[in-house]
């Protein structure tokens, strides 16, 4: 029978080769969905999904237009999937000893046998400490597939959390995206007012012009190695970092300027679902709060029990 219990989740420095690696293949897919989705706005069309095999792509226009396709990271086989809409398909293994850069050169190969050869993306990293472009990357080659299947499982009872939290709300919402920049899972809430974004770079220029308030998850980085739910509200104030928020452990991290609250603290309490929801309900309340959004907006999220 399978298990209702959260797996453990180790620190990032224990298994961070194997999550880089994994990083990086998803930024391949993020690669192509910004070279060939519809543009949306907030970036929504660059973004990934978690499904129950892993990280894919939406369906993806074909460039030769012969349909559409999708490319996966199968975290159950440990290949990257692509599937073209009439069926064809072609399956790249992920190795132990297998570099991005020769995953990343066969995946578009692939692409380009079953949508066209007019694909291509610009292979350079985007929000990782490492520069060398996706399809020259012999410098990340770890894959440890117990590491990624134990981050797999983590992820997805974390992306429950967040679509649990999110169904109620009657705004316009995101779904739960897969971020391969940042490697985080996310649910964006939107008040319906513009907003200054807080940087001129391209991503925050187009991914933050608007109010919201954000609810994710993430493995662990260089900059917190540590699994961890996190919330924030853009803009957020100066009344924001303030709240006593449920659990009592959820609190406001000065330098990343997010409530956190750690997955291990979560996976530890008696109904961990319930847990994480009510740091989600509880951070988006006190936003509703003292963020200047419409009161009416916090009545439709139930209340934290």
């Not at 398909?89 to 007019?118: F, K, N, Q």
């Not at 513009?194 to 609810?215: C, G, K, L, S, Y």
Request: aromatic share 10%; glycine share 4%; hydrophobic share 45%.
């Amino acid at each position: 029978m399978l298990s209702a219990a959260w797996p453990p989740l180790p620190p990032y420095d224990q298994w961070a080769a194997t999550c880089d690696t994994l990083h990086a293949h998803a930024q391949v897919l993020g690669k192509l969905a910004v070279a060939l989705a519809p543009p949306e706005p907030q970036l929504q069309h660059a973004a990934l999904r978690l499904t129950a095999r892993g990280w894919e792509t939406l369906p993806l226009p074909a460039p030769n237009r012969s349909g559409a396709f999708v490319v996966a990271l199968d975290l159950h086989t440990h290949h990257v999937v692509v599937e073209h809409s009439s069926g064809a398909a072609r399956r790249i293994a992920l190795m132990p000893d297998r570099a991005v850069g020769s995953v990343t050169r066969r995946v578009l190969t692939a692409v380009r046998e079953l949508a066209g050869p007019a694909v291509a993306i610009d292979p350079r990293p985007q929000e990782v400490p490492w520069s060398i472009p996706l399809d020259e990357d012999d410098e990340h080659a770890t894959y440890d597939p117990h590491a990624v299947s134990t981050y797999f499982q983590s992820a997805t009872r974390a992306a429950l959390v967040l679509a649990a939290f999110r169904a109620p709300y009657r705004g316009r919402s995101t779904p739960v995206n897969a971020w391969w920049g940042s490697f985080d899972l996310a649910v964006s809430l939107f008040s319906g007012e513009p907003a200054v974004p807080p940087a001129e770079d391209f991503i925050t220029r187009n991914a933050m012009d608007a109010q919201e308030f954000a609810i994710g998850w993430w493995p662990g980085d260089v900059r917190y190695p540590k699994p961890a739910f996190y919330a924030y509200a853009h803009p957020a104030g100066d009344a924001f970092p303030s709240a006593p928020l449920a659990p009592p452990h959820a609190r406001w991290d000065v330098e990343l300027g997010e409530y956190l609250l750690d997955f291990d603290v979560v996976s530890a309490t008696e109904d961990p679902h319930e847990a994480a929801l009510g740091f989600a309900r509880s951070a988006f309340v006190h936003a509703c709060a003292v963020c200047g959004w419409d009161p009416a907006l916090a009545t439709v999220v139930p209340p934290v029990r």
